[in-house]
């Protein structure tokens, strides 16, 4: 998690020079890189034949000893917990003033600079907490399956994770956790019936149906039917309740 | 020229040999003027002479080609926007410029960012100090709101505001960044006699809470009754400077601004 952070300090550092699309290629050419690495870099990775002898997670509990997670149930507790974590710890982060300058940064850079909000700062912070949350996830992810194979530095599972956010909607809290039930589930759903390409192509399909329906996302269209629902009435603080949609982030 | 009103003395900004060129135009040859402590001063000029780029320049979102731009005795070349706004020099923009998506309120908070002191920790961990911090915060943007006139509405989606209300909104923000000196960018354009008046009013309530003022504006009225000194820009030169009264007989500012005849000024 802290090398995941600090790369993406370093990452955040050198591409938040360029902008738009430019950043998604630099970013998408690290991913590209490391995939190579893990590939080619035989005497640390392994290559093609991947890291095999990944013990399970054990949790040291101090004056408890240590319990060490083998079954699928622990580990579904243990990635429930740091998730609930990561939510905590992000809603958190969108209320306050740091928040508010990411979304800020977000909505008017050119205003938000004028106030005297330091872009890459508060860029390279966001690419940070990110990159250090992706780095546990990841570490979890390898002790769960005991395994790193280098396809899964594969370029599919970074969209995976666009499309997830993407289609949930993006800039609100609860959207990618409703995007990755979604994407989550949909290839246990459809495996027995679908091959991989298969799958990927119904991914794509099914993101680019949400997309033209729901351009914001499902999360905001929800929030907008059930403010048309309850009606355009202002609540007793004079807000719009069609306008009061939480303005959240964290893409 | 020597300022009239409002003169403390000290020169707050202070602009010298500035030039800038985008490839071949030159946007602004040689700019030099100063800035008194407590000073309005008006920045006016035909369309395209040149004074939203030496606001550009001023708040560092362009580099001057040469020649050298000083606040406070501090160096601004090279310097970025929001160095600058840590000075206490802070702009407003021509265009209506607010974050439309947030309400009046979260505008005026993400104004006062400068003024925040909480750290990621305070933020993640809840401390204490957190609160403390985000209630300081909240009394400045009533306070700020109240100052403005936008107090009824700072649970509004501020891209549901009208225009006018907006345009005030962008001069809460600019506010909220505590600005020892402001540069506002034609803050009447579009508005109607009563919006014009109140920004009028806020102008000079501004200044009078010891806030430099340079204004960019194409009302003249507004320009002669509001200011204490004019600068006149053509073709990225001046060509004039003095109190309203003077400006008004210059020849030269006649016949390169006002145009044909007298008829506005």
């Known amino acids: ?251 | 020229m020597t300022p009239t009103l409002g003169a403390a003395g000290e020169v707050v900004l202070s602009v010298a040999h500035v030039a800038v060129r985008f490839g071949g135009l030159v946007a602004l040859s040689d700019l030099n003027f100063k800035v008194f402590d407590g000073e309005i001063v008006g920045l006016i000029g035909p369309n395209g002479a040149g004074k939203t780029t030496a606001f550009n320049v001023f708040t560092g979102f362009l580099q001057p080609a040469a020649g050298e731009v000083r606040y406070r005795n501090t160096l601004l070349n090279g310097l970025k926007p929001h160095d600058i706004a840590a000075l206490g020099l802070v702009r407003t923009f021509q265009r209506t410029s607010i974050f439309a998506c947030n309400t009046v309120f979260e505008n005026v908070l993400i104004g006062l960012h400068r003024r925040g002191r909480s750290r990621l920790w305070d933020t993640l961990l809840a401390l204490p100090r957190e609160k403390v911090a985000e209630a300081e915060l909240a009394n400045a943007a009533r306070e700020i709101l109240r100052v403005v006139g936008l107090e009824g509405r700072a649970q509004d989606t501020a891209g549901t505001l009208p225009y006018g209300e907006q345009r005030l909104l962008g001069m809460a923000l600019a506010l909220a960044a505590k600005p020892s000196m402001l540069l506002l960018d034609e803050p009447v354009s579009g508005m109607n006699a009563s919006e014009s008046a109140k920004i009028m009013r806020l102008v000079q309530a501004i200044r009078a809470s010891g806030v430099t003022i340079l204004l960019v504006e194409h009302d003249m009225p507004m320009v002669m009754q509001v200011s204490d000194r004019i600068v006149v820009l053509n073709y990225g030169r001046i060509i004039a400077e003095g109190s309203p009264a003077v400006i008004q007989k210059d020849p030269d500012v006649i016949r390169a601004y006002l145009g044909e005849g007298k008829k506005r000024a």
Request: net charge positive; proline share 5%.
């Open chain 1, 1 to 251: 998690m802290l090398v995941a952070g600090l790369s993406g300090y370093v990452i955040g550092r050198l591409s938040f020079k360029v902008r738009g699309a430019y950043f998604v290629i630099v970013t998408i050419s690290f991913a590209e890189v490391t995939r190579l690495v893990a590939l080619n870099w035989v005497e640390l990775t392994q290559g093609p034949l991947a890291l095999t002898n990944i013990p399970p997670y054990t949790l040291g509990f101090p004056g408890l000893g240590n319990y060490t997670l083998w079954n699928k149930v622990a580990y579904y507790y243990l990635v429930l917990a740091l998730g609930l974590v990561a939510y905590v710890v992000i809603s958190r982060l969108v209320g306050s003033r740091i928040g508010r300058a990411m979304i800020a940064l977000k909505e008017n850079e050119t205003l938000a600079t004028s106030v005297g909000i330091d872009v890459t700062r508060y860029l390279v912070l966001a690419a940070v907490l990110s990159a250090a949350m992706a780095g546990g996830a990841g570490s979890l992810y390898a002790h769960y399956l005991k395994i790193i194979d280098p396809d899964i530095f594969l370029f599919i599972y970074t969209v995976m994770m666009v499309i997830m956010v993407i289609t949930g909607g993006k800039g609100t809290l609860a959207g990618p956790i409703v995007g990755g039930i979604i994407f989550g589930f949909l290839p246990v759903i459809l495996r027995p019936f679908a091959a991989p390409a298969v799958q990927w192509i119904l991914y794509g399909g099914l993101m680019i149906v949400i997309v033209f329906m729901l351009p914001q996302g499902i999360i905001p269209a929800l929030q907008r039917a059930i403010a048309n629902w309850s009606g355009p009435t202002r609540d007793r603080s004079g807000a719009l309740l069609a306008g009061s949609a939480k303005p959240g982030e964290g893409q």
